[in-house]
């Protein structure tokens, strides 16, 4: 996302889908500074049965574990909250540290799939299941 109307047009299609019940999201905060360093989501959008969990970090923030603390935090609360068979979390099979989420998780790889970003770029994905 590179405008202020994009980020305006996530934030609010983010809010309607809160509010219908098919996604949750969290932002993603210093405990010191308070600065934004990211957003977590679990979006049911697609099925039910297989929510899909996603996190975006921005770069200065990378390398800090926070993708594994948040996404672990958001798996909990999925559990505690949710009715699934199972969560999914597609990612960059190129993207090794993104990898080691859902693997630190018990997530299992289910299948190769052209994923795209949010800029439309396209990535060689892998999806996993965490039961």
């Known amino acids: 996302m590179n405008s202020g109307s994009e980020v305006t047009s996530f934030i609010d299609q983010s809010i309607e889908e809160m509010q219908a019940g098919n996604e949750f999201v969290s932002v993603i905060v210093d405990a010191f500074s ?37 996404i672990s935090t958001l798996v909990e609360w999925a559990r505690a909250n949710l009715c699934y068979q199972f969560l999914i979390y597609p990612v960059d099979r190129a993207n090794i540290a ?25 990535l060689d994905g892998v999806v996993y299941h965490i039961v």
Request: net charge positive.
């Open 34 to 70: 308070e600065e934004f360093l990211g957003i977590c989501t679990c979006s049911a959008k697609g099925n039910p049965d297989t929510p899909e969990l996603g996190i975006w970090i921005k770069k200065s923030a990378h390398g800090k574990k926070l993708g594994l603390e948040n």
């Open 98 to 122: 993104s990898r080691k989420i859902p693997e630190a998780l018990g997530g299992q790889i289910i299948m190769r799939k052209p994923l795209d970003t949010q800029c439309g770029i396209p």
